[in-house]
């Protein structure tokens, strides 16, 4: 039930001296002293997040990283996030399909989506502006509580819009979903987007920060798991045959899978695409890609998302899992033998990470077939795993996989030149083997937590400074 009120999350402190072992003592030094050096500037101002669902999605789950290490590092931090109606939801959902150069449901964003817009931001900052200081610095993430920029820059709060999505060029959608949100985003004092081409002309590029996301290796999403941890949790989740082997206790929900056949062998190479149910994903395209362009008689493909009640700010997702199921039901029947559908509980965010991470690593091959994408944190997760990965051309996943050496990048629109990627992969193990290498390697240089906090402090001190 909608309260019209933010909430704020309750993070427990992290120690930025764990990352030692794989960054090296060096790095984690620095990073110390970068946080000292921030805490000395901000002098009691507090850094405030704020985004629309503590769980379900990357965003949520980069800032109980971000703002653990950040509150480890000993600097005060503060999480919210909004609340908002159904209604709300689809708006702000079509703005966000909009953004990735898409229709979404291709319903209004004017005046009318103007005023229920409006009407959720000024309720929630009823309780945001008591915890909100003059002087805080103010990270306001995605477009769902754009609407509380301006009265925070009027409080006298330093913010930042940090927007996660994008899409390299525009169109017609992109530029409908940037006139609504334009106008909300534009007072803030800083923007900060993965990528350069995502931020829009308008936008003053002498505050646009450019801020690729990261991964916590030591997340239940990432940690390690050894090989017999790998098995027993996907058994507790109902993934795999067992032969009577016992699952993982730490695995209390099995999953809603949907399949004709038997449960896989663990012995069965394995195709994984682990995504939100979002059309952008495009799990029927893989599907297709998959049935009718990878040999049959070996591999299945897994695909696999959060149980659609568990993500409040995604009010498509009920209706991509069902798009995705009728499109496996439409499949001949030696087909749908090969496809299998999972829907990962979300009753227990742990559970559901420990189970994703499990999934990634049994992986022979894991696939980000995206239409559009802003990031897709899934490729870093999987390179981080040092699994081989085929991918999407698009936005953020071309700042990660180097075709060739960390994995293989295909055009999201060639259903034949995907079905041929995921075949030599699964084809060769020794190239598979050095993508995989490559890849751990790239995620360690590039996009773990250290070098993202290293980012914002280099912005908020030119914003606190100027």
């Not at 309260?3 to 999350?9: E, F, K, N, Q, S």
């Not at 169109?171 to 949100?181: C, D, L, P, Q």
């Not at 809603?256 to 994984?272: A, S």
Request: glycine residues 10%; proline residues 6%; charged residues 25%.
């Amino acid at each position: 039930m909608e309260t019209g009120l933010a909430t704020r999350v309750p993070v427990e402190p992290i120690d930025v001296r764990r990352l030692g072992p794989i960054l090296g003592p060096e790095r984690v030094e620095e990073l110390l002293e970068t946080a000292a050096a921030l805490r000395r500037l901000l002098d009691g101002r507090r850094v405030v997040n704020v985004n629309s669902t503590p769980y379900g999605g990357g965003v949520a789950e980069m800032l109980r990283t971000l703002v653990g290490y950040t509150l480890g590092a000993g600097l005060e931090t503060i999480w919210l996030v909004i609340e908002g109606n159904p209604e709300f939801f689809t708006i702000t959902k079509r703005v966000h399909n909009g953004l990735y150069g898409g229709p979404g449901d291709g319903g209004e964003l004017g005046v009318a989506e103007h005023a229920r817009f409006d009407g959720v931001a000024e309720r929630n900052l009823e309780r945001v502006r008591p915890l909100v200081r003059a002087g805080d610095v103010v990270i306001v993430h995605d477009p769902q509580p754009s609407g509380l920029i301006a009265p925070l820059v009027e409080l006298g709060a330093v913010v930042i819009w940090r927007c996660h999505v994008g899409y390299d060029g525009s169109n017609e959608w992109t530029e409908r979903a940037w006139g609504f949100v334009r106008g909300y985003v534009e007072p803030a004092h800083a923007f900060v987007f993965s990528r350069e081409p995502f931020a829009p002309a308008w936008i003053d590029r002498a505050w646009l920060g450019v801020i690729p996301p990261s991964i916590d290796p030591f997340a239940p999403k990432n940690r390690d798991l050894r090989g017999a941890e790998v098995l027993a949790l996907l058994r507790g989740a109902g993934l795999l045959a067992g032969d009577g082997a016992p699952g993982d206790p730490r695995v209390r929900h099995v999953a809603n899978i949907v399949r004709d056949g038997t449960l896989l062998d663990p012995q069965t190479p394995l195709v994984v695409q682990v995504s939100r149910w979002d059309r952008m994903k495009d799990m029927t395209g893989v599907m297709h890609g998959f049935v009718e362009h990878v040999p049959a008689g070996g591999a299945r493909l897994l695909l696999a998302g959060p149980e659609t009640a568990g993500v409040e700010d995604d009010p498509e997702g009920a209706e991509v899992w069902h798009e995705t199921l009728a499109a496996w039901e439409r499949l001949p029947r030696a087909d749908r033998a090969r496809v299998q559908l999972v829907a990962i509980p979300m009753a227990d965010p742990v559970e559901n990470a420990l189970v994703v991470n499990a999934l990634q690593r049994h992986a022979s091959v894991v696939v980000q077939k995206s239409l559009a994408e802003g990031f897709g944190l899934t490729v870093a997760e999987a390179m981080w795993k040092a699994r081989p990965v085929v991918a999407s051309a698009v936005g953020g996943i071309v700042d990660q996989v180097v075709h060739g050496e960390t994995g293989l990048l295909v055009d999201p629109t060639d259903l034949a030149g995907l079905g041929a990627a995921i075949t030599r992969v699964l084809d060769d193990a020794v190239e598979a083997e050095r993508f995989g290498r490559n890849a751990r390697r790239r995620v360690e240089q590039r996009f773990l937590g250290d070098r993202h906090l290293f980012d914002y402090a280099r912005l908020i001190t030119r914003l606190v400074t100027s």
